[in-house]
């Protein structure tokens, strides 16, 4: 909701009832989260076991980190005063950067054992099945988390949606390490690809133990119409919700 006065745009955020209903759809969103990251998570880490391959012990184990932060965000939004989900903001994003920290060591670790060469993996058909399924869902989750926080002005939200787009990112390297691995015995590509995925968790977990992601107000405040030059998405210079 915009107020126009003198000039200034004032800016109301969403009304109480909009609130409520991008809250209840945030907790579906994180609902339908957290069961595909678990049951990715049993499949993952038991084909991995089974082929021996790190690569897919690790995709589980990021599911495992991916619950964790949805769980984070689950919480914050259990409350049913939106002053106590905002209160809780600052902790969710904590646990949300944490996550991405972890994510980011674990996959570091084990991209330098696999290229130090610790064995050869298996292949792994249900390894490759999980890992396109995983390319498949894991954006529209991401982008419909994104969009309903951006509205909302929930910061923790547009995070979590970042943890959920790596798992994007993540997939797609795995599936492509056990694709070539499995065809043309390249087992090098996939530990490469990974390190950079590692790089980018790092850069998000800072951002989320920072606070930046999204700008979009929750409480009423006067915005200079003129400075406030927005992108294609509607987010002001500096925001990155949309990035």
């Known amino acids: 909701m915009l107020l126009m006065a003198a000039g200034i745009s004032i800016s109301l955020g969403p009304s109480p009832a909009r609130r409520e209903a991008l809250a209840r759809r945030i907790r579906l969103l994180v609902a339908a989260t957290i069961t595909y990251n678990v049951i990715e998570a049993i499949v993952a880490i038991t084909a991995g076991t089974m082929a021996s391959s790190t690569a897919l012990i690790g995709f589980g184990l990021d599911s495992v980190i991916e619950v964790s932060s949805a769980a984070a965000v689950a919480w914050q939004f259990s409350a049913a005063d939106h002053a106590v989900r905002e209160a809780r903001e600052q902790r969710t994003l904590r646990i949300i950067s944490v996550s991405f920290f972890a994510l980011a060591a674990y996959v570091s670790f084990d991209s330098v054992r696999a290229l130090t060469g610790s064995g050869e993996a298996e292949r792994s058909v249900s390894g490759i099945v999980i890992a396109a399924l995983s390319l498949a869902i894991m954006p529209f989750l991401s982008a419909a988390q994104r969009r309903v926080g951006r509205e909302l002005g929930s910061t923790s939200a547009v995070a979590d949606s970042k943890q959920t787009l790596l798992c994007t990112y993540l997939s797609a390297v795995v599936l492509l390490g056990l694709v070539l691995n499995a065809t043309l015995g390249w087992s090098w590509a996939d530990p490469i690809a990974a390190l950079v995925i590692a790089a980018v968790a790092v850069r998000e977990g800072y951002d989320a133990w920072q606070g930046k992601g999204c700008c979009?107000?929750?409480?009423?405040?006067?915005?200079?119409?003129?400075?406030?030059?927005?992108?294609?998405?509607?987010?002001?210079?500096g925001c990155d919700c949309c990035g």
């Open 216 to 237: 979009a107000p929750t409480s009423a405040a006067p915005v200079p119409s003129a400075a406030a030059e927005t992108d294609a998405c509607g987010c002001r210079a």
